[in-house]
């Protein structure tokens, strides 16, 4: 079984900062996807950003970029120019054959 | 290891009938959130529970759904009826702490088809 492994429970970052979360990601398969949400406090998951396994480019999304590993299994989050509105709750995912499997998360706070 | 259970995992039924899933939280962690995940609108929080209690489930349609807790170690959520639009992955988690700012444990999902 796939299992997705955060292991920063809460992170914080000055205002405009730059912050890394990191995720990891245990499985034997080749072609799968890898998944950002944000969780604010209005509940709702939002996809930040999302990687597909056969892709070597690393996928950026304005602020929001992620260093994919294959090799090392590993899908970190970076987020540049940090803003009072990145403070969330922020989960890895990894999808193979509509499988998905999720991170326990990572609480950032924005400070400013 | 602890890990949240989903039952069943997978479903199928017909337009009309009465879907009831499951979900075994974590020992210890007191509280449940659900989930649903479509094609079209992603990751939908549809209910979270504290300590058994219902604290929000302003994200699901309260006609046909409803979520419960009979016990600790037991969440439900039911849809009756059934229609083919709730077609979804339904996930289920939970966590130790406060709720929404805290870490969310999260079961295999039940893959729910309406016909």
């Known amino acids: 079984a796939q299992t997705v492994t955060q292991s920063q429970p809460e992170m914080s970052v000055q205002e405009a900062e730059t912050v890394t979360l990191s995720c990891t990601y245990d499985?034997?398969?080749?072609?799968?996807?890898l998944f950002w949400y944000k969780q604010p406090p209005s509940r709702q998951m939002i996809l930040v950003i999302r990687?597909?396994?056969?892709?070597?480019q690393n996928a950026t999304e304005n602020r929001f970029s992620v260093n994919f590993q294959k090799a090392a299994k590993s899908f970190s989050l970076k987020i540049s120019d940090s803003q009072l509105g990145d403070t969330a709750m922020y989960f890895c995912?990894?999808?193979?054959?509509?499988?998905?499997?999720f991170g326990a998360g990572t609480r950032l706070t924005v400070k400013p | 290891d602890a890990r949240v259970t989903q039952t069943p995992r997978h479903k199928v039924t017909e337009m009309g009938q009465e879907v009831t899933m499951r979900c075994q939280p974590i020992?210890?962690?007191?509280?449940v959130f659900w989930y649903r995940q479509t094609m079209m609108q992603g990751l939908e929080l549809l209910a979270y529970?504290?300590?058994?209690?219902?604290?929000?489930d302003s994200g699901m349609p309260k006609d046909r759904f409803s979520a419960e807790m009979p016990d600790a170690t037991l969440a439900t959520l039911k849809i009756q009826p059934s229609e083919p639009r709730d077609s979804a992955v339904y996930f289920c988690?939970?966590?130790?702490?406060?709720?929404?700012?805290?870490?969310?444990?999260f079961g295999p999902g039940t893959r729910l088809t309406v016909l």
């Open positions: 995912a990894f999808m193979k054959n509509n499988d998905m499997r």
């Open positions: 020992l210890g962690h007191n509280t």
């Open positions: 990687q597909e396994a056969y892709k070597q």
């Open positions: 529970f504290r300590n058994r209690a219902p604290l929000d």
């Open positions: 499985t034997s398969e080749n072609n799968y996807y």
């Open positions: 988690a939970s966590g130790p702490g406060q709720g929404l700012r805290d870490t969310q444990y």
